[in-house]
């Protein structure tokens, strides 16, 4: 996968801007605050529909400008596509369109354009809460499967109306009802988280073995409603539904003097463990970094695997966070995939890369 012309109009601080990165390593210097992330995000918006900062779209769209545009031109085995963003009347309305035709929903850009950002927050995802790893998973796995995005929209709507109804005290028939739908659509995800965890588990535990030169050895558990399942709870959909359904049952009560919804895939979490044991409450700042910058390169690997090219990999201000080996580990797993780097440093000339300047949205290449 490969991105040949990104378009911005109106996006953020860009109001018109043309840039088309090289083949392999691109790199954007700027100082702070001249759109270096935003570039990022326009890209990632792409590929997710969503961004992964906080706010709200119609931010996405330039201060005083009525509506914001971003067009994307990329080579895939497939050939030349085409994937645009329409954010109209000051926000309120969002459009993607893929190949020219608007998507009705989300899970229709899963496999089509596919990126692995990184950014310095994501260092903190092993120390983060539960939410932070499953948010890492649920766009890793969307991204894969056509169907996953659209049941965890779907699953996020039944959960909040849910939790209305239970702060309203509502009856148990009509709880029932709601149960009857997390359970079909809960079933699903944890299916498909348990399986992506388990791939992950091995690609990452590769990288985590280089990165601590074979002294330590990472692996993953996929926490769900029924605890830690092994492979063989987790093989037939029917099974896990049911076996979702009846904890929602037993927890109703518990549920209703809460006012919340206390079970489901909402809750689950990802155990990251070096050498068997907790990386979240034992591992040093830098095991926690390198399990990190582990789990990303392995959701690389996922893609490229399932996909069956290298995604585009979005590196966000993340370089001057790791330490030289870290870096230098990043770097040779760079090769043969279109990289976009951002970065405070000064631009200087590059064998390896393509240099771009970017100041008060303008992008100009250097190289
Ligand atoms: N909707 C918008 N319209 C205009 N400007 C915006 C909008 N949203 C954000 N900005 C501004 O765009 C500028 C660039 O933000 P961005 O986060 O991309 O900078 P950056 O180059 O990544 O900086 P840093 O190095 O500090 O991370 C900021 O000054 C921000 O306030
Ligand atoms: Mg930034």
Request: aromatic share 6%.
């Amino acid at each position: 996968m490969r991105i040949t012309e990104l378009t911005l109009h109106n996006f953020r601080n860009f109001e018109h801007q043309v840039f088309r990165p090289g083949p392999g390593v691109n790199l954007i210097c700027g100082k702070n605050a001249q759109g270096k992330t935003s570039l990022l995000e326009a890209v990632y918006i792409l590929c997710c529909a969503r961004s992964f900062r906080q706010g709200r779209e119609r931010d996405w769209v330039r201060f005083g400008a009525p509506a914001a545009r971003v067009q994307l031109q990329f080579e895939t085995r497939r050939g030349d596509e085409s994937l645009e963003l329409r954010v109209a009347e000051g926000g309120a309305r969002k459009e993607i369109l893929l190949n020219g035709q608007p998507i009705r929903r989300n899970g229709e850009l899963a496999t089509r354009f596919c990126t692995v950002l990184f950014e310095p927050g994501h260092l903190n995802l092993v120390k983060e809460g539960p939410e932070e790893r499953r948010r890492f998973l649920d766009t890793a796995i969307g991204q894969l499967r056509p169907k996953y995005q659209n049941v965890l929209e779907d699953y996020g709507r039944v959960v909040a109306q849910k939790n209305m109804l239970l702060r309203q005290g509502g009856a148990q028939e009509q709880l029932g009802i709601w149960n009857e739908r997390l359970a079909a659509l809960g079933s699903y995800l944890s299916f498909m988280r348990f399986s992506y965890v388990q791939k992950l588990s091995v690609q990452s535990g590769l990288h985590h073995e280089r990165l601590s030169k074979g002294a330590e050895s990472l692996s993953l558990e996929y926490q769900t409603f029924c605890g830690r399942p092994e492979a063989g709870q987790m093989e037939d959909l029917g099974q896990i539904k049911d076996a979702l359904e009846r904890e929602l049952w037993d927890a109703l009560p518990l549920e209703t003097a809460r006012s919340v919804s206390l079970v489901g895939p909402h809750r689950d979490d990802v155990e990251l463990l070096i050498d068997g044991r907790s990386a979240r409450l034992f591992g040093s700042q830098g095991q926690q970094r390198s399990v990190a910058l582990s789990l990303k390169l392995g959701e690389c690997a996922l893609v490229e695997e399932t996909v069956g090219e290298p995604p585009i990999l979005l590196l966000d201000d993340v370089f001057s966070e790791l330490d030289r080996s870290r870096q230098q580990y990043v770097r040779s797993r760079l090769r043969e995939r279109q990289t976009l780097i951002t970065t405070c440093a000064l631009p200087r000339p590059s064998k390896t890369a393509a240099v771009f300047r970017l100041e008060q949205g303008e992008i100009t290449a250097l190289s």
